[in-house]
């Protein structure tokens, strides 16, 4: 006959392998029998639901802001300008290429209006920015077409490959922090509509 | 959490104070997944754990919670931010939905429901388990998501929570009652007798 009661078996009852009070409790209890196998069961259960979310992670996207706010956080690409800041023939001479290029600007502007740029067919992978439910900010479409580009304008700009990572390219983690050359369109609402790496 | 993990991490940590940029990548890929796991089983909402994800590692770059090594491993130290910030939405949000009978966890449902726990391993258990864990109040849902989900040991599932090892051994027996019941309940769904109230009488 064992001495423990119910509650005592709970509050002192070890994991999986139970000792000799706690065994001896448990075949003279059919309450406390039935509840562990219950929870023996219930176990299970969680471990199966663990598995099934191990591969669950954060978007992308999270990495990419995180990168950005690190870089912001250690002055990273604050470099160029501090040593501007520190050689005064360089802001002279950045000084003087801004001009000349307000300059040509202006020029340009009298002209015919400038054409936006057509993004090159083939090579690059184009994406449309996806505004639905979905987890990633951007969703691959089939037919982001040209004729989608009426009116819209497109930019190029540098940005890391991990940005590509949110697209669901496969970035090698090493190369993650390198820049690569995309083309963003914008639409007459200054949305972004769709993004094309240019060197994948 | 081996002593060896825990030195790489804080390893990458001293590495991220200098501002290495591929020390916080990689200790960011060795670690969101549990945080943001820990953030979406504790709210069932995807875009609270992608923010809590976000700021926890936030707080790491700006070092705004002073991690201290002597106190627990950094892992530990990630789910503690992610667990105050998981509160504090939960709170602000009011999305947490208790038990009405949190407080006294019945087995009595396990005479009537010969199974009332199915298989729990199929995808239909596992969505149900997921769905019950939901509704479990907080202090009983942090820990089954801490030590039954994310292998937290109790330890360190204590120091996280801020109590002694033994209440989190209580709160997950607890926990569990609660979770089988709640099961049962969903698979063989009757209205209690005490929830019954008494309108009017008629004899």
């Given amino acids: ?200 | 959490m081996t002593p060896a993990a825990r030195d790489e991490d804080d390893d990458l940590l001293l590495a991220i104070r200098s501002g290495d940029e591929q020390a916080f990548v990689s200790l960011y890929r060795k670690r969101q997944g549990s945080i943001y796991r820990f953030a979406l089983h504790m709210t069932g909402e995807p875009s609270l754990a992608e923010d809590v994800t976000q700021d926890v590692f936030l707080a790491l770059i700006r070092d705004e919670w002073s991690y201290d090594p002597e106190r627990g491993a950094l892992a530990s130290y990630l789910f503690g931010i992610a667990r105050k910030l998981v509160l504090r939405s939960l709170e602000r949000g009011r999305s947490d939905v208790t038990l009405e009978s949190a407080e006294q966890p019945s087995w009595r449902q396990l005479a009537v429901n010969p199974d009332p726990l199915g298989d729990l391993t199929r995808k239909e258990g596992i969505e149900s388990l997921r769905r019950a864990v939901l509704t479990l109040p907080r202090r009983y849902r942090e820990v089954v998501v801490l030590c039954d989900l994310e292998e937290v040991d109790y330890a360190d599932a204590a120091r996280i929570l801020g109590c002694p090892v033994g209440t989190v051994r209580s709160r997950l027996h607890r926990a569990r009652a609660l979770l089988t019941e709640k099961l049962a309940q969903e698979r063989t769904p009757r209205p209690a007798l005490e929830t019954w109230k008494t309108v009017r009488c008629l004899t």
């Avoid at chain 1, 992308?60 to 690190?70: M, S, W």
């Avoid at chain 1, 920015?129 to 580009?149: I, M, P």
């Fill in chain 1, 1 to 200: 006959m064992s001495d423990m009661n119910c509650e005592e078996f709970w509050n002192t009852a070890p994991g999986r392998d139970l000792d000799g009070p706690h065994a001896g409790h448990l075949r003279e209890c059919a309450g406390c029998q039935a509840q562990r196998e219950a929870e023996g069961r219930l176990s299970e259960g969680l471990r199966a639901m663990a598995a099934a979310a191990k591969s669950v992670e954060a978007p992308a996207r999270v990495e990419f802001r995180l990168v950005q706010a690190f870089r912001r956080q250690n002055g990273i690409g604050a470099d160029r300008r501090s040593r501007t800041a520190r050689q005064p023939w360089l802001a002279a001479l950045a000084w003087t290429t801004a001009a000349a290029t307000l300059a040509i600007a202006l020029l340009l502007a009298k002209g015919p209006q400038p054409q936006p740029v057509k993004p090159a067919r083939g090579a690059a992978t184009q994406y449309a920015v996806n505004n639905a439910t979905d987890d990633s900010a951007f969703g691959l479409t089939d037919n982001a077409s040209e004729g989608d580009n009426d009116d819209s304008d497109v930019v190029r700009l540098e940005v890391p490959r991990s940005a590509m990572m949110a697209l669901g390219y496969d970035v090698n983690p090493d190369r993650a922090t390198e820049r690569v050359e995309a083309e963003v369109t914008l639409g007459a609402d200054g949305q972004a509509k769709s993004v094309r790496f240019i060197d994948e």
